[in-house]
């Protein structure tokens, strides 16, 4: 087995975007000239829970970075091969989007800003809004920045300035949510979103709010 090495990641992410199609594991190992194809996977799996690379197919599985969207347009199958939801963020109209996993925030409705305007509300160091932004690499200096410029919303500023980051999608989001143990914002997510949110997604949202409800007791 290949020793494990940080700069792997980078790498097989940079294979990812460079593609002009979704990649097999063996494809990716070929590419990055280092590795087997199942020492990739668990590389592969590490990146999509960073919210840096999705699974476009499950049999055989098809890997893509999370900001390419040929698998879409190629008509590839998602994990989900039954949901009859297609990629969000194609609509100018942010109502009109339907939400996967793997939507941009930036394409997302203001409802999304209302449910997470509840880091806000009765938070602590440990999981509001300030350890949101550390988490998703913000510096201390960054989040006074926030603060001074966001008034009594930061989360708005905050927000604002992460939807232009790559790692930026609604699944990352509902991961970070749910580490935080923040069952009140994934709860205000299903009820503002309700109508736009695929199936899947929705179950994720439930196994979400579920693990924090089980964690806390």
């Known amino acids: 087995m290949a020793a494990s090495n940080p700069d792997w990641k980078d790498e097989i992410l940079a294979v990812l975007r460079q593609a002009t199609k979704p990649l097999k594991k063996d494809e990716v190992a070929k590419k990055v000239g280092k590795m087997s194809g199942k020492d990739v996977n668990k590389y592969l799996y590490k990146l999509k829970d960073e919210g840096k690379a999705k699974q476009l197919q499950k049999e055989p599985p098809l890997w893509a970075s999370t900001d390419a969207s040929f698998g879409e347009q190629a008509g590839a199958g998602r994990i989900d091969g039954d949901s009859p939801c297609k990629?969000?963020?194609s609509s100018s109209n942010a109502n009109d989007v339907i939400i996967e996993e793997d939507t941009r925030v930036a394409s997302l409705p203001y409802g999304f800003l209302e449910a997470a305007g509840h880091l806000v509300v009765g938070h602590t160091l440990s999981n509001g809004w300030e350890k949101f932004a550390g988490e998703v690499g913000y510096s201390l200096e960054d989040i006074a920045l926030f603060r001074s410029k966001g008034g009594d919303n930061p989360v708005k500023t905050l927000i604002t300035d992460w939807q232009t980051k790559r790692e930026a999608t609604f699944g990352r989001f509902i991961q970070l949510m749910t580490s935080m143990n923040r069952a009140d914002v994934l709860g205000a997510l299903q009820k503002k979103l309700e109508k736009q949110i695929?199936?899947?997604?929705?179950?994720?949202?439930?196994q979400g709010i579920k693990s924090v409800e089980q964690s806390t007791v």
């Open 198 to 206: 695929c199936p899947h997604v929705k179950n994720l949202l439930e």
């Open 87 to 89: 990629s969000g963020g």
